[in-house]
């Protein structure tokens, strides 16, 4: 029986955060709820990789962060996308694309 | 990239916000997390469980974070620094002792090690002195010249001898250290003068212009450093010398001092033309690209040459070069290499201490470490953070450690041991920081892992337990601390027996009889310059009437002597012995030389053992008469009766004048008083006029010593010769003192440092037992409400110790009968495995160990059954 909800495969935590943050900028709680929601819940994202991860999209200049105000009215730092974490969306998902197109070729195989 | 770097960059120096910003992200994802739930129809407190579930460990994340920051290897290092500094400044006792022992064993080692470089590592102040060479023996100037002219290996080499000058120049005369050269030493060292110029070739010949070169420190303390010195005449013992040059103020001869250099030629002609005069230290520098070998090749050659040519006096020259440094050093180098071997046992005892310390520490804040721990620090965060803390720590004690070393330095100076008395200071250069900031870094992180190791999260089970039960100890950390306790111990122990060794060495030479009673006798050096007394009835008159002045002086008794015992230095000449076949020129055997005047043997308390003394019917015209010692008699008239037979010294040509032996006298130590002692002829003054015979030193012995006796002296003196200077006062008790200066000053050493390890390692063990003592406080109260005896406690805590002392013992007897051996060139008489000494310093250190788990054990006693029992 397969499990409830599934752990993400390494590396696509990268382009599920980038897509997510293509849409608005958010912070990091709300990435992660997202990620849940829209997969249908099948997709859940560890805190202890959730955030490093923010951190390092930061660095990279993917995405910047600032300080404001969240829904229920708390101090929040949100995280939006820069012109090169598009560009690099757009890199990573057609990698991707790829990927599953060769993954569920191999896997249908008469 | 850029990005990337400048990202890091501002991390770097917002780092304190970068923190607060980090945390306060976190807590709003938690807080959100936990309103989610609430608002799902949780209650609050399941609700905030669940979330802490989910989320993890917080320090984990954090680390990740930071991590993926980029924040560096430099930013985690300065916030270990930021939480060590303050953590230590909380404990400013824990910190005072780890700094203090540091201090302690890093500023002794410190102190030597600045030693060792001056002294062994340290380039000589000459230009290229890798050319540099030193000849083992002393040689004649003809023979040096010759040397010179027919070798192709040296580019120059020259020849000095220091012999005393008398300087009457302002005040009182005074003798001043000549150093008689020839013109190649200036160009062989190579150090040009500051002002003026060097004696030239054409000035060093027989007859040649009085000329003299200054030093530096003359020039500055009789000239006012005067610029216009050059062309001034100075007065030398009843010449006037022409001054041309001054020497800058860092030169120095390889291994004498000296106020002026003159010309061998022009000041003592008399001496510079015999070729078996052999006075002079000589030093050769070789052209590049010769090698040593190629060099002592040559003058082994050039010695088979002479040997030829000169039969009568050249025949045994063996002539052997060595290099300078080795020659300077040659002496010194074994006493230095066995201090900073002992001085770095002491850093390893003071660093098991220091290690100890930190353990204890450790224990002391378990709590803080598990809740480090369990919010998810690392294993490697940790280890790291306890370095810092380590390290820092180490840091600041070799920080005082420089301080300590600087005293101790200035404290070797002050003790002048002979071989450094080249060295007017040790300074303290780039190589002795780079060794104080290694073995501090060393330190710190070395003896800083050996408990931070054993103080990680691998063993929050056994901190819990621990917490639980005080009775128990990690394992790992009691065996850690058993271990350094032995190692402390052992090395106390080479060290106590290595300062018993040379202390047991040093008690023998002092109990050397020296042949002579030094109590109450004063010396004093003069020298009845040539011009003024040129012959022995003037001489004579001056001594007798010197001696009749003395002699009246309420209480003294005075007499002379050419060279006094244990001075070091004396005149040998080769002998022959009346009706014995005489041995080829050159290979007679060779005495000591000595001319007395007045009731010398006497004075001194010299035992006459047969015939008689010297009377003054023995002067000049009357027939020679000579007194020899006791090892003269064993060593060339063996069974034959001393009295009556006749002597003389070896001579070329002239016809024999035998000196008959009227007495002989017992042997005195005159070369020190761990060396033989050579066989001695001693005739009187008033039948002998060869230069060296006009040094005369006054012995006087007074009922009381008095300083007021000096004056007294003085003013006679200078009633009968107003400008003859007085030099070298001191008295027999100071030369018998000064001639055992380099036992005393290695004993001085090693002594302090044995006391130095034996004092810690005492800390140390006291420090483990009374931890101990502390952890067990509610068993000992069960004991004892039992009805344990004080004997069966102090037993039971004493155990422990007492094995660790008995084991350190015996490791540390078997590591001083390895080691002492190294120090037997340094022992007087005593050997490296001298079992009194290694059983003796055993039970001492066996004893104050003891003591030391004694007492803290004993406290233990005092603690009422009731407090104990209730303590936790």
Redesign the interface.
């Given at each position: 029986m397969p499990p409830e909800f599934i752990d993400l495969p390494q590396g696509t935590l990268d382009l599920l955060i980038l897509r997510t943050l293509s849409l608005q900028s958010m912070?990091?709680?709300a990435v992660s709820?997202r990620i849940q929601q829209i997969s249908s819940d099948v997709l859940r994202v560890?805190?202890?990789s959730l955030?490093?991860?923010l951190?390092?999209l930061?660095?990279?200049?993917w995405i910047k962060a600032h300080?404001g105000t969240?829904e229920?009215n708390?101090?929040?730092?949100f995280y939006e996308l820069t012109k090169t974490g598009r560009r690099q969306l757009e890199f990573e998902r057609e990698a991707w694309e790829k990927l599953s197109v060769a993954v569920t070729q191999i896997l249908e195989m008469p | 990239m850029l990005h990337d770097f400048l990202f890091r960059l501002r991390t770097i120096f917002r780092r304190h916000s970068a923190e607060q910003e980090l945390d306060e992200e976190l807590r709003f994802h938690l807080e959100r997390q936990i309103e989610k739930y609430v608002a799902s129809g949780m209650s609050r407190a399941d609700a905030t469980r669940r979330a802490r579930l989910e989320f993890g460990g917080v320090e984990q994340v954090k680390g990740e974070c930071r991590d993926a920051r980029g924040i560096g290897a430099v930013e985690i290092i300065l916030m270990d620094l930021r939480y060590s500094f303050r953590s230590l400044l909380r404990s400013p006792a824990f910190t005072l002792c780890a700094v203090l022992t540091l201090a302690l064993g890093i500023g002794a080692n410190t102190a030597i090690f600045t030693v060792v470089n001056s002294v062994l590592l340290n380039p000589l102040p000459y230009p290229h002195p890798e050319e540099l060479l030193a000849a083992r023996k002393n040689d004649s100037l003809p023979n040096l010249q010759d040397v010179q002219r027919q070798t192709t290996s040296f580019s120059s080499s020259g020849g000095v001898n220091i012999e005393t000058m008398d300087f009457l120049g302002a005040g009182e005369p005074m003798r001043v250290h000549g150093a008689f050269i020839d013109a190649g030493l200036f160009p062989t060292l190579g150090v040009e003068p500051m002002l003026g110029r060097w004696i030239s070739p054409a000035e060093d010949v027989k007859g040649g212009p009085r000329t003299v070169v200054l030093s530096y420190a003359f020039w500055r303390d009789h000239f006012g450093s005067s610029p216009r010195i050059l062309g001034k005449t100075v007065n030398l013992s009843g010449n006037d010398y022409a001054v041309i040059g001054v020497m800058p103020r860092d030169f120095g001869l390889p291994k004498q001092t000296a106020d002026l250099f003159v010309s061998l030629w022009v000041a003592y002609p008399s001496a510079a033309a015999e070729r078996d005069v052999q006075f002079m230290h000589t030093y050769w520098r070789m052209k590049p690209g010769v090698t040593i070998t190629q060099a002592q090749a040559e003058l082994t050659q050039m010695d088979a040459r002479l040997a030829e040519q000169f039969p009568d006096t050249e025949k045994e020259r063996h002539t052997s070069l060595v290099p300078l440094r080795d020659w300077l050093v040659g002496n010194v180098r074994p006493a230095l290499l066995v201090l900073l071997g002992a001085v770095g046992l002491v850093l390893l005892v003071s660093c098991s201490n220091f290690a100890m310390l930190l353990m204890a520490r450790a224990v002391a804040r378990q709590r803080e470490l598990m809740v480090r721990a369990s919010l998810g620090a690392s294993n490697r965060r940790l280890i790291e953070q306890r370095l810092t803390e380590s390290t820092l720590l180490a840091m600041a004690g070799g920080a005082a450690g420089l301080v300590v070393a600087k005293i101790g330095t200035s404290l070797l100076l002050a003790l002048k041991p002979e071989a450094l008395q080249r060295f007017q200071s040790f300074p303290m250069d780039a190589r002795v920081f780079a060794f104080v900031f290694a073995i501090s870094l060393l330190t710190g992180l070395v003896f800083g892992l050996l408990p931070a190791r054993s103080a990680t999260r691998s063993n929050i089970a056994d901190s819990l337990r621990e917490t639980a039960n005080t009775s128990t100890t990690g394992v790992s950390r009691s065996f850690l601390q058993s271990f350094l306790i032995t190692g402390e111990l052992a090395m106390a122990l080479i060290l106590l027996a290595g300062a018993g060794l040379l202390m047991k060495g040093f008690l023998r030479l002092r109990s050397v009889d020296p042949g002579f009673n030094p109590a109450n006798v004063m010396t004093m050096y003069l020298q009845l310059p040539e011009t003024r007394y040129p012959k022995i009835p003037s001489q004579t008159n001056f001594r007798r009437e010197l001696l009749a002045r003395l002699n009246a002086l309420p209480g003294v008794k005075a007499a002379m002597i050419t060279d006094l015992p244990l001075a070091g230095n004396f005149v040998g000449h080769r002998l022959v012995i009346d009706g014995r076949p005489a041995p080829d020129p050159g290979t007679e055997p060779e005495v000591q030389t000595l001319s007395v005047m007045g009731d010398y043997f006497r004075v001194m308390e010299i035992p006459l053992l047969a015939g008689r003394d010297f009377l003054s019917t023995d002067r000049e015209g009357q027939p020679l008469a000579a007194v020899v010692n006791q090892e003269f008699v064993r060593e060339f008239l063996r069974g034959e009766n001393p009295i009556g037979q006749r002597i003389d010294w070896a001579r070329r040509d002239e016809p024999h004048e035998w000196m008959t032996i009227v007495g002989v006298v017992g042997d005195v130590k005159h070369s020190g008083l761990n060396q033989p002692v050579d066989p001695a002829v001693y005739s009187p003054y008033s039948q002998n006029d060869e230069a060296w015979r006009r040094w005369m030193t006054l012995v006087i012995k007074s009922q009381t010593p008095s300083a007021a006796l000096v004056e007294d002296v003085k003013k006679q003196v200078w009633s009968l010769d107003s400008q003859i200077p007085l030099s070298d006062i001191q008295s027999m008790d100071d030369l018998l003192a000064v001639s055992v200066a380099e036992q005393r000053f290695n004993l001085l050493l090693l002594g302090i440092f044995a006391a130095l390890a034996v004092t810690l390692a005492a800390v140390g063990i006291y420090g483990m037992i009374a931890y101990r003592v502390s952890r067990r406080t509610h068993e000992i109260g069960v004991y004892m409400a039992l009805g344990a005896q004080p004997r069966d406690v102090l037993q039971l805590l004493m155990k422990d110790g007492i094995k660790l002392v008995l084991r350190g013992i015996v490791i540390g007897l078997a590591g001083a009968v390895i080691l002492t051996r190294l120090m037997v060139s340094l022992l007087f008489e005593v050997k490296p495995t001298d079992p009194a000494t290694l059983l003796g310093v055993a039970l001492l250190l066996a004893a104050v160990a003891v003591l030391a788990c004694y007492i803290p054990a004993r406290r233990a006693l005092s603690i009422h059954p009731m407090t104990a029992l209730r303590c936790e």
């Open positions: 912070h990091g709680w709820e560890q805190q202890g955030y490093p991860a951190h390092r930061e660095r990279r200049g300080w969240s229920n708390r101090k929040a730092k | -």
